[in-house]
């Protein structure tokens, strides 16, 4: 089965057009203003109608404020809410309500004991996203290029729908869908040039080796 593919940090036209003729099933926006590939919600919706009804558009937010999630979902119009943050379920449950939008929780692994966090969330998060711990002094929740032992997830209930992401690159994609049977791919700084710059040549080429490795 063909993973699922998400493009994430993207900030120009031309990216979110790219990722979408290669085929990404999802593609990515961060509101984080510590994040090199932070956007502002205005012209994440403008971009993202080169992408709308072709993939799913996907809002990334770290404990974001009230007012500050209302214009997210205002000016983006997202498929999905994507939370890397404290969130707690009953949050997530208020969120679901008011939105009426599926949640994708994210979580941080480095252990075996990270993954029992994600019990509470079963049954509330509709998708999770397991990314590395961020290296020491990071103030970035995702994106820092590093991976967990994707080993870890092989003990998972098969019932635990997620996309995996952390470090993912076209040199070790192969290995990680080997060793995870991941239903879904989450890739930012493997396809960047520099911190928040997608490199068209490395997208294509991370979407190859992704098919070459399901081939």
Known sequence: MKPDIKICGLKTEEAVEKAVSLGATHIGFIFFEKSPRNIEPDL????AEKARGKAKIVAVTVDADPDDMDDIVYLLKPDILQ?????????MLTLKALYGLPLMKAFSIRDPDDLKRIEPYIGVADRFLFDAKPPAGSELPGGNGVSFDWRLLQNLDESVDYMLSGGLNKANVAQ??????????????GVESAAGVKDMQMMEEFFAAVRQAKG
């Open 83 to 91: 939370l890397h943050g404290h969130e707690s379920p009953e949050q």
């Open 44 to 47: 994440a919706g403008h971009i």
């Open 176 to 189: 990680a869908l080997e060793q995870t049977g991941a239903r879904g791919l989450d890739v930012s700084s």
